[in-house]
């Protein structure tokens, strides 16, 4: 007597619900919201991706309306390597566990989850990359870059009710030209020098406020102060043409004191040995600052937090 077992594959994702949930993971603190998250997102992209000679440099740009074409919001790093990698690149060849390679860029791009499982929270496992379309109101987001090899990629990503929709393969050439083209109005050109751009179409209320009223431009100097401090890093926010501003470390730490002046208290030390559960940790640097009396850091500066690769990460209780 023989068994037939019949298997089947998992039940497809419900991409919208899943989607809704991200966004009210953003939305949850110790998160602070879909604008602030957004920011940090596509600079962690960027900087990521940097090409070690050259100069790098990061930039949001809010592109108006055209006829009955919505707003833009384009995020563009530059002085990156582009999402490198094989277009071919079988992502379902791979064992179980086993990572996309570092080098196939575009791979990992376009993935979800290869960098741990579905179940994490904001910013973790690969489901970051969902901000990117939670912060547009039709849920898509266009994707161009020119690689460090000179290759010009384009490709979408949107979320239409239960589906999660791209191309089957990213657009090449001057067919990802004309396409760029073709989905902007004409408003965006290619690129001409090695780097990505993320643009959001038509971005939700909640960043062109947080764009227009300088809200953004203070998450990205919160979040990322520390290589715009040791790298000069220039990382820029321009509104429709109109105005541009370059983020700067927030004024509030008065350019950071390494000894006691105008009020200040400075306590500073380096390569601090910290002993902990039979292990020896080294602390690089322990920077505490304590303001003028009349001085008053907003409220999201305050306090201890741990940093990762130049981005603000969580605070230490």
């Known amino acids: ?160 009710g239960r589906d999660y929709n791209q191309f089957h393969r990213v657009k090449e050439g001057e067919d990802a030209a004309s396409e760029l083209r073709a989905r902007t109005s004409g408003r965006l050109e290619p690129l001409s020098t090695p780097g990505s751009r993320i643009t959001v179409v038509d971005p939700v209320h909640e960043v062109i406020e947080a764009l227009e009223s300088g809200a953004f431009l203070d998450a990205v100097e919160e979040t990322w102060w520390e290589i715009i401090l040791k790298h000069g890093v220039e990382i820029s926010i321009e509104i429709s043409g109109k105005s541009r501003s370059i983020a700067a470390l927030p004024t509030d730490f008065g350019n950071l004191p390494e000894n006691n002046a105008k009020g200040w208290r400075v306590y500073h030390k380096e390569a601090l040995r910290l002993p902990l559960e039979g292990h020896s940790y080294r602390i690089k640097k322990l920077h505490f600052l304590v303001p003028p009396a009349k001085q008053t850091p907003r409220p999201e500066l305050l306090g201890v937090y741990v940093h990762r690769r130049g981005m603000k990460v969580g605070r230490i209780n």
């Open 1 to 160: 007597m023989s068994a037939v077992a019949e298997l089947t594959s998992s039940p497809q994702v419900n991409w919208s619900r899943f989607l809704d949930q991200t966004r009210r993971d953003y939305e949850t603190p110790p998160a602070r919201g879909v604008a602030h998250g957004l920011q940090k997102e596509a600079i962690q992209n960027g900087w990521g991706a940097r090409d070690g000679r050259k100069k790098w440099s990061f930039e949001f740009e809010l592109h108006p309306a055209k006829g009955n074409a919505a707003r833009l919001l384009t995020m563009r790093d530059v002085g990156t390597v582009g999402l490198i990698g094989d277009a071919h690149f079988d992502v379902g060849a791979l064992s179980d566990n086993e990572p996309v390679p570092p080098e196939q860029r575009l791979a990992r791009f376009e993935a979800m989850f290869e960098s741990g499982g579905p179940s994490a929270g904001p910013g973790l496992f690969g489901r970051g990359k969902l901000i990117f379309n939670a912060a547009s109101n039709q849920r898509l987001i266009l994707y161009d870059s020119l690689t460090k090899d000179g290759v010009y990629r384009f490709g979408i990503r949107q979320i239409t």
